[in-house]
């Protein structure tokens, strides 16, 4: 049997669809409508990030033949020693001659660049596909010989939605955490005020760092490119002192953000005395910043 053979469920039919599949789909267009990383950011994921990982997606039909969503999945051969230091050394060194060992080929749900969504085409259905997926994702792992089904960073919104696979074969594992800050201020001293002592003496004394040091101006432009080769050695330090890694961003993804998703992308770059010294990128909808 083919990994890309439809999977029959109980209530339709699930057929796996490849990145170049999406651009003839209308039901892709409307994928994720109402959420800061809409369709065009899981493409922009596929199209830049594809050298570490395996992009399907799985479009689910009712027993009309109605497309009620098309949720994006991905392989990933996961290091099982990550983040475990002392190991990476002697790891390396077998993996010269066997690439493989201690890796396992996982198949995750949702997204390879953030938090996790199920891509209902309307917002009742999330339900319908939670339980499409719960009698799919097990056939299409195995003929994918994928030994692991991980749905990736999910928000606690979703704990209805994906209760029966809770219930049944998967375990809930808390992921690294999302936070929240309320904008609800006057003004940057109004925000001081609520923050306790200590937070606020260690703010002076940086403040009071910053203010003997050369000025520091930020820039905000939608479109990363023109300075993206300035500032990509900046994500790579970060990157590289981090203990815990999955996804490596590309300068691709990061010019693709902005070309393709103009008006939500926002890239913050701050410099002193005309070098950059530091970047983040945020997205703007409804209302808040991501």
């Known amino acids: 049997m083919s990994v890309t053979d439809p999977i029959p469920f109980s209530n339709g039919i699930a057929r796996i669809l490849s990145r170049g599949d999406l651009d003839q789909s209308e039901a892709w267009r409307h994928a994720f409508e109402g959420k800061a990383k809409d369709h065009r950011f899981y493409e922009i994921v596929a199209d830049t990030l594809g050298a570490n990982f395996?992009?399907?997606?799985?479009?689910?039909?009712?027993?009309?033949g109605k497309v009620r969503g098309i949720q994006p999945v991905f392989f990933v051969q996961q290091n099982l020693v990550e983040?475990?230091?002392?190991?990476?050394?002697?790891?390396?060194?077998?993996?010269?001659?066997?690439?493989?060992?201690?890796?396992?080929?996982?198949?995750?749900?949702?997204?390879?660049?953030?938090?996790?969504?199920?891509?209902?085409?309307?917002?009742?259905?999330?339900?319908?596909?939670a339980r499409a997926l719960h009698e799919v994702l097990g056939p299409f792992a195995r003929r994918s010989r994928a030994s692991l089904i991980v749905f990736k960073d999910f928000p606690a919104t979703y704990r209805g939605a994906l209760a029966s696979l809770a219930r049944d074969d998967f375990t809930r594992v808390p992921s690294m955490p999302m936070t929240e800050l309320p904008l609800a201020y006057r003004d940057f001293d109004h925000y001081l005020t609520t923050l306790g002592a200590a937070t606020r003496k260690d703010l002076r004394r940086k403040f009071r760092r910053i203010a003997a040091a050369e000025p520091i101006s930020v820039e905000v432009v939608a479109d990363l490119t023109p300075f993206?080769?300035?500032?990509?050695?900046?994500?790579?330090?970060?990157?590289?002192?981090?203990?815990?890694?999955?996804?490596?961003?590309?300068k691709e993804y990061l010019s693709s953000l902005g070309r393709r998703m103009p008006e939500r992308v926002r890239f913050f770059i701050w410099r002193q005395n005309g070098k950059a010294i530091a970047f983040s990128v945020a997205l703007l909808h409804d209302g808040t910043i991501y």
């Open 54 to 64: 395996e992009h399907h997606y799985l479009s689910l039909e009712d027993r009309a």
């Open 83 to 129: 983040g475990i230091p002392a190991l990476r050394r002697a790891v390396e060194k077998v993996r010269q001659r066997f690439p493989r060992f201690l890796t396992m080929r996982v198949l995750m749900i949702g997204n390879a660049a953030g938090e996790g969504h199920l891509s209902a085409c309307a917002s009742g259905d999330e339900a319908w596909m």
């Open 228 to 250: 993206v080769e300035e500032v990509y050695p900046l994500y790579l330090q970060v990157h590289e002192r981090s203990p815990m890694k999955f996804e490596r961003l590309t």
